[in-house]
């Protein structure tokens, strides 16, 4: 004799389905608190470096050069920060760097727009070829390229100017703004283009028109990232600068470092690498919202 089979009742059904879905929601609890304990403690890694930082640039000497570790300083002073801008080096190298950065940023902004242009919208003959070559530029180390580059620039008389820093950033220096530039112009459609092509329009007007208007996250990507890398760039400052007058801020915050001396003014370095430091986190608060847009955008496409 067979045995009819067990069907569960409507009732019972009913509180299995509640059973799920309250193991599925503790599961989402649970992983939302692992997620968000993660980003909490990558977070205060990340920050504390910029804590240590403003807290030391508020202690005294006494307590910045202690023995024991300092942490938080009893009485919190701005001496350090009134201290340096006072000093006409900082000063100086302030705008030393405001000024190569500009320079730099914009020459290279301007001209690796141009040949991701080219390489994304124009077709020619050799066009994958020399996008290859271009590529495998970025396996070079820029230590490799020092000595070259400083033998060239001094036998042209650039060794002790800005030339060396500004200059090679009109010419498309950095393969990889480029290839960022590049993937993401990929993304308008070519009808666009052809279009106003066959209005009349010349490449440049297209470029400028319509395919930089368009390309503003990753314009706004490329931009922050030379920012920071000009902003912060140390070895070829102090390679090719070679005069007090000249310092950008990384120099001159490393020039503050004495190594011959037991005692280091730390409250005065940390000071000058906070209002160092402050630049490139207004930067990146003004194109954040762009920033992570224009990366991602930039690599659904090949």
């Known amino acids: 004799m067979v045995e009819k089979a067990y069907e569960p009742s409507e009732a019972e059904l009913v509180l299995l389905q509640s059973r799920r879905q309250r193991s599925l929601k ?13 980003l909490v403690a990558g977070s205060v890694v990340m920050l504390f470096p910029l804590a240590w930082m403003v807290l030391t640039s508020m202690k005294t000497y006494e307590e910045a050069n202690a023995p024991q570790l300092v942490w938080i ?12 801008l006072n ?14 950065t ?10 690796v727009a141009i040949v991701a242009y080219a390489f994304s919208r124009i077709e020619w003959p050799g066009r994958n070829f020399v996008f290859f070559l271009m590529l495998s530029t970025m396996m070079i180390p820029f230590q490799a390229l020092i000595v ?11 060794i002790g100017t800005f030339n060396p820093i500004t200059i090679p950033g009109f010419f498309a220096g950095g393969a990889a703004m480029v290839f960022l530039l590049r993937q993401f112009m990929l993304q308008i459609p070519k009808e666009l283009s052809e279009a106003a092509l066959i209005d009349g ?11 930089l208007p368009l390309s503003r996250p990753a314009l706004a990507t490329v931009s922050t990232f030379l920012f920071v890398a000009h902003w912060n ?35 005065t370095i940390m000071a000058a690498s906070v209002l160092t430091t402050a630049p490139l986190i207004i930067a990146f608060l003004f194109a954040q919202r762009y920033l992570i847009g224009g990366i991602v955008l930039s690599g659904t496409k090949g």
């Not at 300083?73 to 340096?84: G, H, M, S, V």
């Not at 000093?87 to 190569?100: E, H, P, T």
């Not at 580059?149 to 650039?158: D, E, L, R």
Request: net charge neutral; proline share 8%; charged share 10%.
């Open 73 to 84: 300083p009893e009485n919190p002073q701005l001496t350090a920060y009134i201290k340096i």
């Open 26 to 38: 503790w599961q989402e609890v649970v992983g939302r608190t692992g997620l968000y304990t993660i």
């Open 148 to 158: 070259p580059q400083y033998v060239f620039f001094n036998k042209v008389g650039w």
């Open 87 to 100: 000093d006409m080096d900082f000063l100086r190298a302030y705008a030393n760097s405001i000024f190569v």
């Open 201 to 211: 329009a010349s490449h440049l007007q297209i470029w400028w028109y319509i395919i």
């Open 102 to 111: 500009l320079l730099a940023v914009g020459g290279t902004l301007i001209s």
């Open 233 to 267: 760039a140390l070895l070829a400052p102090l390679v090719y600068l070679q005069t007090k007058s000249l310092y950008t801020l990384p120099v001159y915050v490393a020039s503050l470092v004495n190594p011959q001396q037991t005692v280091q003014p730390w409250p």
